[in-house]
């Protein structure tokens, strides 16, 4: 599950401050801007995904064209992280479901993944 934020780079003295504006409490540094995006995509899926784990709602992502940078040692750019890195609860639960026998054949001949479906179906169903 892939999700992706804005974050906001601030050059300082020891490297980079960074914190994304929509997601209160991800905030990282780094030396460099690869150690800084490194650990900012760390710091924004050990966030978020205490976020889902405790059934708050994601924030929504502001467009990266719609985040002011305050000064001229600020930059903006796009972090993505694959939540499945950082959920604890990742192991599969097995679940019987029944669907109408012509559903089946149908999906069964499209070579169609019933596990990923129902769990795609449930991670939009909730908005996660």
Same mark, same amino acid.
């Given at each position: 599950?892939?999700?992706?934020?804005v974050a906001?780079?601030?050059?300082?003295?020891?490297?980079?401050?960074?914190?994304?504006?929509?997601?209160e409490g991800?905030?990282?540094?780094?030396?460099?801007?690869?150690?800084?995006?490194?650990?900012?995509?760390?710091?924004?899926?050990?966030?978020?995904?205490?976020? =889902?784990?405790? $059934?708050?709602? /994601?924030?929504? &992502?502001?467009?990266?064209?719609?985040? !002011?940078?305050?000064?001229?040692?600020?930059?903006?750019?796009?972090?993505?992280?694959?939540?499945?890195?950082?959920?604890?609860?990742?192991?599969?639960?097995?679940?019987?479901?029944?669907?109408?026998?012509?559903?089946?054949?149908?999906?069964?001949?499209?070579? =169609?993944?019933? $596990?990923k479906t /129902?769990?795609? &179906?449930?991670?939009?169903?909730?908005? !996660?």
């Amino acid at each position: 599950m892939q999700k992706v934020y804005v974050a906001v780079f601030e050059k300082d003295p020891v490297g980079y401050g960074i914190y994304f504006p929509d997601v209160e409490g991800a905030v990282t540094q780094g030396s460099t801007i690869a150690e800084g995006m490194e650990n900012a995509s760390d710091a924004l899926g050990i966030m978020l995904a205490d976020l =889902i784990e405790n $059934s708050v709602p /994601l924030p929504k &992502a502001t467009a990266i064209n719609d985040v !002011v940078i305050e000064n001229e040692h600020q930059f903006k750019t796009l972090i993505s992280v694959d939540l499945m890195d950082y959920l604890k609860e990742s192991v599969l639960d097995k679940k019987t479901v029944k669907v109408p026998h012509w559903l089946n054949v149908r999906a069964t001949k499209a070579n =169609i993944n019933f $596990s990923k479906t /129902l769990s795609d &179906a449930l991670i939009e169903k909730l908005g !996660v």
